[in-house]
């Protein structure tokens, strides 16, 4: 028949189940066409231009047409002309032969049997090479077929690219999701100009080049957490006090300041990567004072949270940072000098803070320096306070203690976490991703929040959470801790070795002014 020689299995073709069956999430979307899309549009206008792809191009025209509605004889008006102007020397049938198959392939797709045929988009690509390409307006909203892009993947030489962090193509968002019920991954794409949502399985928005969700045993078995979808929230300021009403229903915290810190911190981590330097929360404390329950809850909520004990190697923690790029919640992060791999852990964290933060390894036999980039926010709970006076300059320090009110039987949060937690964090990690696709893009870091009074250095890194979110009583309380935080810098270093050689030095006025002596 005349299908079967249209779908002859060639180097340039794919077989005939590109188009049947085929997802056709886009089938409301050609329908509501009222134009065609750039690259139906140069067929027609330009016509074929590579040898052997003129029944390949009919049936494309004839499939998008029918799924955009138009009757058999309005497509056999378009495309007869269209089939008498086709270069001679392109194809081996004249001009009455090819008005034929014009019109056998219009009467077999509208047959009923063959209904199940539609446009597969990604199809298109097929028709031209590289020295006379389709047009193609590469992130058009068509380009949803799923199964359609993965036959053209196995049938041409498309690259595949594992990939979990990809942040922007072009005017598109990406993100990855897992539902470890079905466990089924995907890519949303958020288009920033009309906050339209899709789900992908590939993407090829830069063929040759086909990613693909890369979900490891990490995702698998929950030690990186992933949003499942993006959800839909109320506003703002109600996804907040969602936020933080999450964290105080299974963590107490007495501090209204620092319920404000944890509670910013969490937003700020779902937009970190458009900023350059950030802090860490550090929870200080003995055991049993609440530090596993604090990245437990908070952690929980974060941008792609990762799951990391002080136990774990050097290797492994940077090899995990630099593929999700997500928020390191480590716990038991006490670590020494002393130790060779505790160094190294130290030297991550040190370089952590920033955007660009990255370590460097020497690998294989070859002796290439790898460099992995190790920038992220970090929650860490340790029981010793850090040796380290440049990673401690850059935490948060909560000091927790034993709750009071276990023996005044006033605790309303619960001693273990209830069945229900997971699924009430899935829940707002959905919705904190729709709040990361709507606010990525105009993200970043606001100078005029400077807070007067205080170092440099408590500057930089809370002046990043404040740029998150506008809201008054949050930044009168962030002030406060960060006046605090001020403080504790500066007990520290007067506690400090150095600080008493100063202080002494000070007592017997051998420092005649000389300011030198403070630095």
Same mark, same amino acid.
């Given at each position: 028949?005349?299908?079967?020689?249209?779908?002859?299995?060639?180097?340039?073709?794919?077989?005939?189940?590109?188009?049947?069956?085929?997802?056709?999430?886009?089938?409301?979307?050609?329908?509501?066409?009222?134009?065609?899309?750039?690259?139906?549009?140069?067929?027609?206008?330009?016509?074929?231009?590579?040898?052997?792809?003129?029944?390949?191009?009919?049936?494309?025209?004839?499939?998008?047409?029918?799924?955009?509605?138009?009757?058999?004889?309005?497509?056999?008006?378009?495309?007869?002309?269209?089939?008498?102007?086709?270069?001679?020397?392109?194809?081996?049938?004249?001009?009455?032969?090819?008005?034929?198959?014009?019109?056998?392939?219009?009467?077999?797709?509208?047959?009923?049997?063959?209904?199940?045929?539609?446009?597969?988009?990604?199809?298109?690509?097929?028709?031209?090479?590289?020295?006379?390409?389709?047009?193609?307006?590469?992130?058009?909203?068509?380009?949803?077929?799923?199964?359609?892009?993965?036959?053209?993947?196995?049938?041409?030489?498309?690259?595949?690219?594992?990939?979990?962090?990809?942040?922007?193509?072009?005017?598109?968002?990406?993100?990855?999701?897992?539902?470890?019920?079905?466990?089924?991954?995907?890519?949303?794409?958020?288009?920033?100009?009309?906050?339209?949502?899709?789900?992908?399985?590939?993407?090829?928005?830069?063929?040759?080049?086909?990613?693909?969700?890369?979900?490891?045993?990490?995702?698998?078995?929950?030690?990186?957490?992933?949003?499942?979808?993006?959800?839909?929230?109320?506003?703002?300021?109600?996804?907040?006090?969602?936020?933080?009403?999450?964290?105080?229903?299974?963590?107490?915290?007495?501090?209204?300041?620092?319920?404000?810190?944890?509670?910013?911190?969490?937003?700020?981590?779902?937009?970190?990567?458009?900023?350059?330097?950030?802090?860490?929360?550090?929870?200080?404390?003995?055991?049993?004072?609440?530090?596993?329950?604090?990245?437990?809850?908070?952690?929980?909520?974060?941008?792609?949270?990762?799951?990391?004990?002080?136990?774990?190697?050097?290797?492994?923690?940077?090899?995990?940072?630099?593929?999700?790029?997500?928020t390191a919640l480590i716990d038991e992060a006490t670590f020494s000098s002393k130790s060779d791999s505790d160094s190294d852990i130290v030297q991550i964290l040190n370089a952590g803070y920033k955007i660009d933060g990255s370590i460097g390894r020497v690998e294989g036999e070859k002796h290439i320096v790898v460099r992995y980039m190790v920038g992220s926010p970090k929650l860490l709970a340790t029981r010793n306070d850090f040796?380290?006076?440049?990673?401690?300059?850059?935490?948060?320090?909560?000091?927790?203690?034993?709750?009071?009110?276990?023996?005044?039987?006033?605790?309303?949060?619960?001693?273990?976490?209830?069945? @229900?937690? &997971? $699924?009430? %964090?899935?829940?707002?990690?959905?919705? #904190?991703?729709?709040? !990361?696709?709507?606010?990525?893009?105009?993200?970043?870091?606001?100078?005029?929040?400077?807070?007067?009074?205080?170092?440099?250095?408590?500057?930089?890194?809370?002046?990043?959470?404040?740029?998150?979110?506008?809201?008054?009583?949050?930044?009168? @309380?962030? &002030? $406060?801790? %960060?006046?605090?935080?001020?403080?504790? #810098?500066?007990?520290? !270093?007067?506690?400090?070795?150095?600080?008493?050689?100063?202080?002494?030095?000070?007592?017997?006025?051998?420092?005649?002014?000389?300011?030198?002596?403070?630095?």
């Open positions: 028949s005349c299908f079967n020689e249209i779908y002859k299995i060639t180097k340039r073709s794919v077989d005939e189940s590109s188009f049947r069956g085929s997802e056709i999430e886009n089938l409301s979307l050609i329908k509501g066409l009222r134009n065609p899309p750039e690259c139906i549009q140069d067929i027609l206008d330009n016509n074929i231009r590579v040898k052997g792809t003129r029944d390949r191009a009919t049936m494309a025209l004839v499939t998008f047409f029918k799924d955009m509605g138009k009757t058999k004889i309005e497509i056999l008006k378009l495309l007869i002309p269209w089939a008498a102007k086709m270069p001679s020397d392109l194809t081996g049938a004249d001009d009455k032969k090819r008005v034929e198959e014009v019109s056998s392939t219009v009467n077999y797709i509208f047959s009923e049997e063959n209904s199940s045929y539609h446009f597969a988009c990604p199809f298109i690509l097929s028709l031209g090479d590289k020295k006379f390409p389709i047009k193609c307006k590469q992130r058009c909203q068509l380009r949803i077929n799923k199964e359609a892009r993965n036959k053209i993947a196995s049938a041409t030489s498309g690259v595949i690219i594992p990939t979990t962090y990809l942040p922007e193509i072009g005017e598109f968002l990406m993100e990855l999701v897992y539902d470890p019920i079905t466990k089924v991954s995907s890519f949303v794409l958020y288009k920033q100009d009309s906050g339209e949502i899709s789900y992908f399985d590939k993407i090829d928005f830069e063929y040759p080049k086909i990613y693909v969700p890369d979900i490891d045993v990490n995702v698998i078995k929950g030690a990186v957490l992933l949003p499942t979808k993006a959800e839909d929230y109320f506003d703002d300021e109600t996804l907040y006090e969602e936020v933080k009403a999450f964290i105080s229903k299974y963590y107490h915290e007495p501090s209204s300041y620092y319920m404000t810190l944890y509670t910013l911190y969490v937003f700020f981590t779902w937009v970190y990567d458009k900023f350059r330097s950030w802090c860490y929360l550090q929870f200080l404390g003995r055991a049993g004072g609440g530090k596993t329950r604090a990245l437990e809850t908070i952690g929980q909520i974060c941008y792609r949270p990762m799951k990391l004990i002080g136990a774990d190697s050097p290797a492994s923690m940077f090899r995990m940072l630099d593929k999700y790029r997500g040796s380290d006076d440049g990673l401690r300059s850059r935490c948060y320090v909560k000091r927790t203690g034993r709750d009071n009110r276990i023996k005044e039987g006033e605790r309303s949060q619960p001693i273990a976490l209830p069945d @229900d937690f &997971e $699924a009430r %964090a899935i829940l707002l990690r959905n919705k #904190l991703l729709m709040w !990361r696709l709507r606010h990525w893009k105009n993200a970043k870091i606001d100078l005029t929040l400077e807070i007067k009074g205080v170092e440099s250095r408590v500057n930089e890194i809370i002046i990043p959470i404040l740029s998150v979110m506008n809201i008054k009583t949050v930044r009168q @309380d962030i &002030e $406060a801790l %960060a006046r605090e935080q001020q403080e504790d #810098l500066k007990q520290h !270093r007067e506690s400090s070795l150095e600080g008493e050689i100063l202080k002494a030095v000070k007592e017997i006025g051998f420092d005649n002014g000389d300011s030198s002596f403070a630095d």
